[in-house]
């Protein structure tokens, strides 16, 4: 019988400053980054083609934070 996996209880305290809200969303990128890289790093493609996909990424999200700032 498999075991289950107890509930992971987190207390999130959300900054109330300008510069911690700056702080917390670049951590959050930060891992959101990180976390694409791993991805992109696993596929069972040449290397060529995961530069050619991490660059699409990269233009793409650079695309969507210009319009979300306009």
Request: hydrophobic share 35%; glycine share 6%; net charge positive.
């Amino acid at each position: 019988m498999a075991r289950k996996s107890a509930p992971i209880n987190v207390i999130v305290h959300y900054p109330k400053t300008e510069q911690g809200k700056r702080e917390l969303a670049e951590r959050v990128a930060g891992v959101h980054a990180d976390m694409v890289n791993q991805y992109i790093k696993k596929l069972n493609c040449p290397s060529d083609q995961k530069a050619e996909l991490l660059g699409a990424v990269i233009a793409s999200a650079k695309k969507e934070a210009g319009e979300q700032t306009d």
